[in-house]
């Protein structure tokens, strides 16, 4: 697999997959969730790839890709 991050092939494709499923998702989001909800989850989800390996540019990246979906 063509890996830029360096990951073993097997967690950079699982990463991808789950970027591709949620990307896919298309039921309508909830219009009365505050924003800081929003921007809470995204904390989360960008520390979630901290913590497996990611550095922080990687993270950062990634999280663009999901929330741009």
């Known amino acids: 697999m063509n890996n830029p991050f360096g990951l073993p092939d097997e967690l950079f494709g699982a990463i991808l ?3 591709i ?11 009365d969730v ?9 904390k ?12 922080e540019v990687q993270a950062f990246e990634l ?3 999901v929330l741009s979906k």
Not at 21 to 31: D, R, Y
Not at 44 to 55: E, H, L, P, T
């Open 17 to 19: 997959a789950s970027a």
């Open 44 to 55: 989360k989800i960008y520390d979630s790839y901290v913590k497996a390996g990611f550095n």
């Open 21 to 31: 499923t949620e990307g896919m998702n298309t039921a309508a989001p909830k219009q």
């Open 34 to 42: 505050p924003p800081e909800d929003g921007a809470t989850a995204a």
């Open 63 to 65: 999280l663009k890709l």
